[in-house]
Each structure stands twice: as structure tokens, then as C-alpha cells.
């Protein structure tokens, strides 16, 4: 009898299997091995996003957000944070900008959990087109209404 290779299983079970792995760089390891474990891998990659906001790391958002990132449709909880650094200036303007520009980007109805900052997390039901949230506050605790225009 001929030894089962993972290449010879199916999508499915291969999904199992990755739905297991933990780390974000090696789920990211995962998504260079080949097209089809690429889409299994990229939605547990993106379920839960963090970003440090000042940081060295705030590069990727652009890529974070960019129209061709398949990942946008996997994700269910944002988590965003103020980056530890010596200089803090307009810090809490750009995770309002950051926040604005993540719920516009982001498709409809997908977020289940929206967090900036040390704030709540806020989970009551909404009728807006962000499922899931009555209101989604910045830093400063600003309604999602001004976010939109409102």
C-alpha cells in the first residue's frame, strides 16, 4: 500500500490541519508554499488582526488595506493599539483615521469584534453595515456616526 502524502489529501482535511497552527509567521509560511495552501492558510492568518499604531509595524496597513489583500474577507476581530514610543504626538488622531479607514475597507457584515486602544469592546447588535456593533468608538471614544459622515 502506497504512503499517503499531505499533497494527496484533500482541501478539507488540509484545512483541519492548518486550522490547528497558532503562530501568524508560520500560518504566513504556510500561505508561500503553494496557491492552494495559501487560500486554506489566509483566512486563520487574518480571523484576528492586531496593529501597533506608531510603531515601526504600521507600515503594513497600506497593505493591510489594499483592495487585492484576499485576506479582507476572513477578518472577524480588529484589535488596535498605541505603540509604546517616546514620541506620542497625534497618536490618537491617526488610530481615529486608522479606525475610519479599516471599517470603510473592510467588507460588510464580517466584524465581530472591533477594539482601539485599552477601550471596551463594544458587541451589541447593529443594523449598520458593520454587523455586530451598536457603536464602534476611536481612542477617544468618538460614535461611529462621525466616523461615516454622520
Request: net charge neutral.
Amino acid at each position: 500500500m502506497a504512503k499517503l502524502k499531505f499533497e494527496d489529501l484533500s482541501a478539507d482535511i488540509k484545512a483541519l490541519v492548518v486550522d490547528r497552527i497558532i503562530r501568524p509567521t508560520d500560518l504566513k509560511n504556510v500561505c508561500l508554499v503553494n496557491k492552494q495552501l495559501h487560500e486554506i492558510a489566509v483566512k486563520p492568518l487574518y480571523r484576528n488582526v492586531a496593529l501597533d499604531l506608531g510603531s515601526s509595524n504600521d507600515n503594513r496597513l497600506s497593505a493591510f488595506l489594499s483592495p487585492k489583500n484576499i485576506g479582507l474577507k476572513h477578518v472577524k476581530q480588529v484589535r488596535l493599539y498605541l505603540a509604546k514610543v517616546r514620541d506620542r504626538c497625534n497618536q490618537e488622531q491617526q488610530a481615529q483615521l486608522v479606525s475610519k479607514m479599516i471599517l470603510e475597507f473592510l467588507p460588510e457584515d464580517i466584524l465581530e469584534e472591533f477594539r482601539c486602544g485599552d477601550t471596551d469592546t463594544y458587541d451589541e447588535p447593529q443594523r449598520s453595515r458593520y454587523g455586530g456593533f451598536a457603536d464602534v468608538f476611536s481612542v477617544q471614544l468618538v460614535p461611529m456616526a462621525s466616523f461615516l459622515g454622520g
